[in-house]
């Protein structure tokens, strides 16, 4: 029988010791929550912190990990699970141990409490994403308890019904660039993450739409160019206004980059809203295929219709190469006209899109008497990523899915963001947005990252670790 048609891995698992690796899930959740490793640090630290606190957890289970801490106070902590090496190369589980800061006054729970209630674990890093730090963590200590349970020493011996390793790398420095954090680990130990294919954050949870519930597996992730535009006017005494004020020349070129772009299909989108509407079926894959039709005004009524706002917005920036002017300084004094003005525009990029490709964009954009009347700078660029479909992995991750929830819909979906997967994708290794969650049909997860009172739901937390270890045991047992 094929691997793929298997019993679930995580059958052979009894009730009582999956409520029991809940519990353990959820207290190492809270423990990780409690460690504010907040990124930018202030001051370093608590990064640090965290990378040890979860090397010591999987000590616990008589897992051996290392901790790096290539700058001061921040920390990445790896390790690694043997199989009897059959089985190919390894599986990585990717994550980051960062946060983003969080103020606690607009919150209903301290952010960094970990405080449980109304059914979910409150706090910054719920799901962005210490729920997964805490998931992969699990899957290994379970399989380091059964090595153990025979016998065995999970820090040299092969784990039973492992044909493949495990790799488990849990960095610093995602929500900054990951230069501190995976970047450093690509460069100094690469053989911590080099695998047939990573686990890494957001994808796997459910979205319902039509009372269906699709679970997008992220496969792809827009790349980005960040630009600083210097537009040059000329300066002046405020009492004399002139049209060649810096701050006004700015706010004509904001107005003019800001416009909606012109919509792209990519083959990774396009897959998804064609698998959504076959799926879906009624007006849902009427609407669904109109997203794709090339006709924007019919993708843009089909959007609103379709979507929530929040998901509006990821359905846009998922068809097109986005341009958003987020940082603007001009002016010294009330009183003296500005001769410059400085514009950060933060532009996403569709697999198909190149950086010298947005800048031409964007000098389209500002059009030939701005673009004559400024300097555009290249402040950083990383190209979009994509992982293929057609793989072992993935086909094992949409199997793990359909496991979990015979009635789930699993399909490839690209992200607007980026991730450490594009450190990844420079050693050659396919990342794959593999965080399982089944939420309530109400929940709105995109809102969570980075928002306030995130949370993540126990029985969210529940559905997906048996989902996790049975993607982690089909594709290495
Ligand atoms: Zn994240």
Redesign the pocket.
């Given at each position: 029988m094929p691997r793929s048609e298997a019993a679930r891995p995580s059958s052979a698992v009894n009730a009582e010791r999956w409520a029991a690796a809940h519990d353990r899930l959820v207290r190492t959740l809270v423990e990780l929550i409690r460690i504010p490793s907040v990124n930018p640090p202030d001051p370093p630290g608590p990064e640090l912190d965290a990378a040890r606190a979860i090397a010591a957890l999987l000590a616990a289970s008589g897992v051996h990990a290392t901790v790096y801490e290539p700058t001061p106070g921040r920390g990445s902590v790896v390790a690694r699970l043997r199989g009897d090496g059959t089985g190919g190369e390894p599986l990585l589980l990717l994550a980051?141990l960062d946060v983003v800061p969080a103020s606690a006054d607009r919150w209903t729970h301290d952010p960094f409490g970990g405080e449980i209630a109304d059914g979910y674990v409150y706090g910054r890093g719920a799901v962005?994403?210490k729920d997964l730090v805490a998931m992969e963590i699990e899957v290994v200590r379970m399989l380091a308890d059964d090595a153990r349970a025979a016998g065995l020493d999970p820090a040299t011996d092969a784990i039973p019904g492992l044909r493949r390793d495990i790799l488990l790398a849990v960095t610093a420095d995602?929500?900054a660039g990951g230069l501190d954090g995976i970047g450093w680990l690509a460069d100094h130990h690469p053989e911590h993450l080099r695998a047939a294919g990573a686990l890494n954050?957001?994808g796997g949870v459910s979205l319902e739409i039509a009372g269906r519930r699709l679970y997008p597996i992220q496969v792809a992730e827009k790349g980005y160019a960040v630009y600083k535009i210097t537009v040059h006017g000329t300066w002046g005494h405020g009492s004399m206004p002139r049209p060649d004020n810096a701050a006004v020349m700015a706010a004509e070129a904001i107005r003019r980059l800001a416009v909606p772009g012109t919509p792209r299909v990519t083959p990774v989108m396009r897959t998804f809203f064609e698998a959504a509407a076959a799926a879906l079926g009624g007006e849902a894959a009427t609407l669904l295929r109109a997203m794709t039709s090339g006709d924007a005004g019919r993708a843009e009524a089909a959007i609103d219709r379709l979507c929530t706002p929040v998901y509006a917005r990821a359905a846009r920036a998922l068809l097109r190469d986005t341009v958003s002017p987020n940082v603007i300084h001009a002016g010294v004094k009330y009183n003296v006209i500005p001769g410059e003005a400085v514009i950060e525009v933060d532009c996403r990029l569709l697999p198909g899109t190149d950086e010298p490709a947005m800048r031409a964009e964007i000098e389209v954009r500002l059009g030939p008497d701005l673009v004559a009347a400024s300097t555009i700078e290249l402040v950083t660029t990383m190209p979009p990523v994509v992982a293929s479909i057609d793989s072992p992995l993935y086909r094992t991750l949409e199997r793990a899915i359909l496991d979990g929830d015979p009635d789930g819909i699993p399909l490839p979906v690209m992200a607007p963001f980026a991730?450490d997967a594009k450190t990844l994708m420079r050693l050659g290794v396919p990342a794959y947005g593999f965080s399982p969650l089944r939420l309530a049909p109400e929940e709105s997860y995109l809102e969570r990252?980075h928002g306030v009172d995130e949370r993540v739901g126990l029985d969210a937390l529940r559905w997906g670790l048996p989902v996790l270890y049975d993607a982690v045991l089909r594709f290495c047992g």
């Open positions: 980051h962005d994403m995602e929500e954050e957001s991730t990252y």
